[in-house]
């Protein structure tokens, strides 16, 4: 049993308002350079993992089913702190961060952790160089910056690939990772349920170049399409009727069935017979 203070509590008295820090000055901070990304491959993979969550993506919230806003980038720089060189990588998935209205401001053009509230939820490193380090420096330093889930996709082949090891015992190009206790563990499955997206291999056409792709999946294994893949089996549905309906038309020609314009009022096709007079 808890006894009762011998005096009398007094009010606490309100706490003092302190101003808000004013935001650090990034004026010196250089986030956009003339450096190209690794390869056209690299380049083309980007787009299709960012333009499919936008086409496709729609996370919502468990307890009131709203849609939460997303942020999905590539090849931009990723600031943990001021101090602190940027990272770099390729492609980045933040949940419940909003894409900015705008690009006027500095601030808007790049990935600030303390700007957007948050770090990334997933970053996907693509494998293209000898020294790339995706599994020692950069694996630590997106640890370090608090990232969810890393991910490494090994495309290349050959002996120079710096996770040709890996390849071999794990038979997969894909390695995934997620932070426990400030660092990063191999994580045994590609569906990352807090997020509510998986990583699956695709060995299919992606403009007019058919190889292997990395894809966002959802749970049952299936791609999120992009907007040109939803929009597909509707555009080849109208060329089919298309196709159709001139080959109708070529037909009726054959047999000689002449066709006037359907707008036109009063009038029959050629070889109809008049109606009787009344």
Same mark, same amino acid.
């Given at each position: 049993m808890v006894s009762a203070p011998s005096s009398p509590v007094q009010p606490s008295m309100p706490e003092a308002a302190f101003p808000l820090p004013e935001p650090p000055d990034i004026s010196d901070l250089v986030i956009e350079d003339d450096e190209p990304v690794d390869s056209i491959h690299s380049e083309k993979l980007q787009r299709l993992l960012t333009s499919a969550l936008y086409a496709s993506f729609q996370p919502k919230a468990e307890d009131t089913g709203e849609l939460i806003p997303f942020l999905a980038t590539a090849n931009i720089g990723l600031f943990s702190a001021l101090k602190l060189p940027p990272l770099m990588p390729d492609v980045t998935l933040s949940l419940e961060v909003a894409p900015p209205a705008s690009f006027e401001r500095k601030e808007d053009r790049t990935y600030l952790v303390w700007e957007m509230g948050k770090p990334p939820d997933v970053v996907i490193e693509i494998v293209s160089k000898r020294k790339g380090e995706e599994l020692g420096r950069k694996r630590k330093d997106y640890a370090r910056a608090g990232v969810s889930y890393y991910a490494v996709y090994d495309r290349t082949a050959g002996v120079a690939s710096p996770l040709r090891q890996l390849r071999e015992l794990q038979g997969s190009p894909l390695a995934l990772f997620q932070r426990r206790g400030g660092e990063f563990v191999p994580f $045994?499955?590609?569906? @990352?349920?807090?997020?509510?997206?998986?990583? #699956?291999?695709?060995?299919?056409?992606?403009?007019?170049?058919? #190889?292997?792709?990395?894809?966002?999946?959802?749970?049952?294994?299936?791609?999120?399409?992009?907007? $040109?893949? &939803? +929009?597909?089996? $509707?555009?080849?549905?109208?060329? +089919?009727?298309?196709?159709?309906?001139?080959?109708?038309?070529? @037909?009726?020609?054959?047999?000689? &069935?002449?066709?006037?314009?359907?707008? +036109? &009022?009063? @009038?029959?096709?050629?070889?109809?017979?008049?109606?009787? +007079?009344?």
């Amino acid at each position: 049993m808890v006894s009762a203070p011998s005096s009398p509590v007094q009010p606490s008295m309100p706490e003092a308002a302190f101003p808000l820090p004013e935001p650090p000055d990034i004026s010196d901070l250089v986030i956009e350079d003339d450096e190209p990304v690794d390869s056209i491959h690299s380049e083309k993979l980007q787009r299709l993992l960012t333009s499919a969550l936008y086409a496709s993506f729609q996370p919502k919230a468990e307890d009131t089913g709203e849609l939460i806003p997303f942020l999905a980038t590539a090849n931009i720089g990723l600031f943990s702190a001021l101090k602190l060189p940027p990272l770099m990588p390729d492609v980045t998935l933040s949940l419940e961060v909003a894409p900015p209205a705008s690009f006027e401001r500095k601030e808007d053009r790049t990935y600030l952790v303390w700007e957007m509230g948050k770090p990334p939820d997933v970053v996907i490193e693509i494998v293209s160089k000898r020294k790339g380090e995706e599994l020692g420096r950069k694996r630590k330093d997106y640890a370090r910056a608090g990232v969810s889930y890393y991910a490494v996709y090994d495309r290349t082949a050959g002996v120079a690939s710096p996770l040709r090891q890996l390849r071999e015992l794990q038979g997969s190009p894909l390695a995934l990772f997620q932070r426990r206790g400030g660092e990063f563990v191999p994580f $045994e499955s590609t569906w @990352l349920e807090d997020i509510g997206l998986g990583l #699956t291999l695709w060995q299919r056409s992606f403009e007019v170049v058919n #190889t292997e792709w990395l894809r966002w999946c959802d749970r049952e294994g299936q791609v999120l399409p992009t907007g $040109e893949e &939803k +929009a597909a089996p $509707e555009q080849q549905r109208a060329e +089919a009727e298309r196709q159709r309906a001139e080959a109708l038309l070529e @037909l009726l020609r054959s047999h000689g &069935k002449g066709l006037r314009p359907a707008n +036109a &009022k009063g @009038l029959r096709p050629a070889n109809a017979i008049a109606p009787p +007079a009344a």
